[in-house]
């Protein structure tokens, strides 16, 4: 019989926001040394150029209209490509410990006995505070960062769980809550939140095509809806939102682009 081929390794790799210049050192090696790279649909090409020629890429995502792979294949698929004996590069948008779904993915694998390590990556949030120029704590202002999702796996929203980012110290980073962010002002105000609270919606963070909607709490539901974003959208609500500079962003996006050049 033939030797069992030593068993490769699966590396759970946080892409950043987009740009490759916002990608860890560790994570662009670890993207150089891929020979099988997963990766999922808010991954830029400019990120994923960066790979060798030779390696095989798995697109997971959805992307262009298609659909999205099951989390069952997914694990299947990366255990599959380490049993080949292959180092496995699982990129994913951001950073893979929020909602990357990374502690399913590393206790599933380690369960078969493969190895698994996890490279961070820069979050939306902090790619779109520092972008817009505004800090995500500030002392006597913001205390506590708080990282939320609206919704839960059917799609739907807790009504529960809001007090806490209701605090006026409190900054909420709320993720995949663009079509919720009416429900969520709601639930914010009825805790305590003042309506007039500041407020940022950051599309495409870290990239030339980021734009700001600065609003408050009060309206942000309609003013997210009269600008009709088409990419990702991270909510940043709390006092610190009243100091984006949304001016700021122009010599850091007029730099992204020359280099996109
Ligand atoms: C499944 S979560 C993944 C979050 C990612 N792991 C991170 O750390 O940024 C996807 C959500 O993250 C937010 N997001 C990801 N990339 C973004 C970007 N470049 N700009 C704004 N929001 C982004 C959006 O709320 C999007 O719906």
Known sequence: M????????????GAGPGAADLLTVRALRAIEGAQALLYDALISDEVLALAPAHCLKIQTGKRAGRT???????NRLMLRLARRGLTVVRLKGGDPSIFGRVGEERAFLQSYGVEVDVVPGVTAACAAAAQFGFPLTHRGEARRLLISTATVASGAMLEEGWLAAADRQTTLALYMGRDQAGAVAQQLIGHGRAASTPAVAVENAGSPEARAIATTLEHLAGDLLAAQPSG????????VAARADLGSAEPVLQQLRKARR
């Open 2 to 13: 033939p030797p069992e081929p030593k068993l490769g390794r699966v590396r759970l790799v």
């Open 68 to 74: 999205s792979m099951a989390q069952s294949t997914i």
């Open 232 to 239: 990702p959208v991270v909510l940043l609500i709390g006092d």
